[in-house]
């Protein structure tokens, strides 16, 4: 009964490959976000998808493109890995139609970039 | 847009003292203004929030004050546990689309 859940939770990697990250709510939300922590813990939003549509788009390298195939689902998909890529990506959702605006986060992927 | 700055960056207690954490934000228009507690390897978590039409809000052991007019708002956490050691993020809000810009966390550590 997870409400928001990511995959992979680790993931290892070298430079210069491509990779994935999955995000899944079960909330019934309308907005899905991607945040990087970095190694300072520093919480940094990059994208946010409202109803599937690209509604918040930070200034972060065009290797990263997000992807929302429908409400439930965002995805990130990261080319050409750098050093500095090395995280922890969190996705959130909320729900921009209710009351609270309060956004739930998944587990976290911890992208180690060697 | 936006900037959250909090202080401070630590802070230690001793258990059953208290806890203040502060923030300030840059844009008048921020409306709502969340905290997040972060265990250690954990998601970050809301605990409390408050909207800018409220000037306290308490659950328990835990309350938020802001101070529209100053820009800041703050973080009471009374009675402090071991339980309560975490990393707290303070954020503000000023847009529909619920961007949030967090402030950089404040490492409290409670010594029983």
């Known amino acids: 009964d997870t409400a928001v859940s990511q995959t992979p939770k680790y993931l290892v990697t070298q430079m210069g490959n491509d990779k994935s990250i999955k995000c899944e709510q079960n909330l019934g939300h309308d907005t899905m976000y991607w945040y990087k922590q970095d190694s300072k813990k520093f919480l940094k939003i990059m994208f946010s998808?409202?109803?599937?549509?690209?509604?918040i788009n930070e200034t972060v390298p065009n290797r990263f493109s997000p992807k929302s195939p429908d409400k439930a689902h965002l995805n990130l998909h990261i080319n050409s890995l750098e050093l500095g890529d090395s995280a922890v990506y969190f996705c959130?959702?909320?729900?921009?139609?209710?009351?609270?605006?309060?956004?739930?986060f998944g587990p976290g992927t911890r992208l180690t970039v060697t | 847009g936006e900037n959250v700055e909090q202080h401070p960056s630590t802070l230690s207690v001793q258990e059953g003292d208290s806890a203040v954490i502060k923030c300030t934000y840059s844009d008048s228009a921020s409306n709502y203004f969340p905290w997040y507690k972060q265990e250690l390897g954990k998601r970050p978590q809301l605990i409390i929030d408050i909207r800018s039409n409220v000037g306290e809000k308490k659950d328990q052991r835990i309350a938020v004050t802001l101070n529209k007019t100053a820009k800041h708002f703050s973080l009471h956490i009374t009675e402090t546990q071991p339980e309560d050691s975490a990393v707290y993020f303070c954020a503000a809000s000023y847009d529909s689309w619920g961007k949030l810009q967090f402030g950089a966390g404040t490492q409290v550590v409670v010594t029983p």
């Open positions: 998808y409202n109803n599937k549509e690209l509604i």
């Open positions: 959130a959702s909320s729900s921009l139609e209710g009351i609270s605006y309060e956004q739930y």
